[in-house]
């Protein structure tokens, strides 16, 4: 299997407000050429933390898709809540092995 998933790392204690910009983010990915689909996941240790796992056919598509002039603009709603206590806000894996 190929692939590559992008994980987005949020914080928040207002649950309303990251779920509604995560649906305003989604509505604006619909038909991105290559975005499989995403998810919001919140933390069972700690409620305020959230990550967005965005799943893409392929390296190349996530990248021409993140250099592209609609990226931040699409992923606008979500920037307010981005985790910045990490060294990174994000990671990029390529998928290695699946069943």
Avoid: C
Avoid at 45 to 70: I, K, N, Q, T
Wanted: no cysteine; glycine share 6%; net charge negative.
């Amino acid at each position: 299997m190929t692939g590559v998933r992008v994980l987005l790392y949020h914080t928040t204690p207002d649950t309303a407000a990251i779920e509604a910009a995560y649906h305003r983010t989604s509505e604006h990915l619909a038909g991105v050429p290559g975005l499989m689909g995403n998810e919001l996941l919140r933390s069972v240790a700690d409620p305020s933390g959230f990550v967005v796992v965005s799943s893409w056919h392929s390296l190349a598509a996530f990248m021409e898709w993140e250099r592209g002039p609609d990226h931040k603009r699409q992923t606008a709603p979500l920037r307010p809540f981005r985790d910045t206590t990490t060294s990174r806000p994000f990671d990029v894996y390529q998928v290695a092995a699946s069943y």
